[in-house]
């Protein structure tokens, strides 16, 4: 069974808030500081250290 990446991170994104309850901030901070880091001058050290 194949399922879209987007929607495997939805489902486990929503069941964590629910369950874990975080504060709002802290799921915003998250979100935000993972789209600038996907598109910063960084991404290819995080590449790297993720793909060992």
């Known amino acids: 069974m194949d ?3 987007w929607l ?3 489902a486990v994104g929503v069941l964590g808030v629910k369950l ?3 504060p709002w901030w ?3 901070v998250l979100l935000l500081g993972g789209y600038l880091l996907a598109d ?3 991404t ?3 590449d790297t250290a ?3």
Request: charged share 10%; hydrophobic share 65%.
């Open 8 to 10: 495997a991170l939805l």
């Open 50 to 52: 993720i793909n060992k």
């Open 44 to 46: 290819p050290v995080i």
């Open 20 to 22: 874990i309850r975080p």
């Open 3 to 5: 399922v879209p990446l």
């Open 26 to 28: 802290l799921v915003a």
């Open 40 to 42: 910063s001058l960084l």
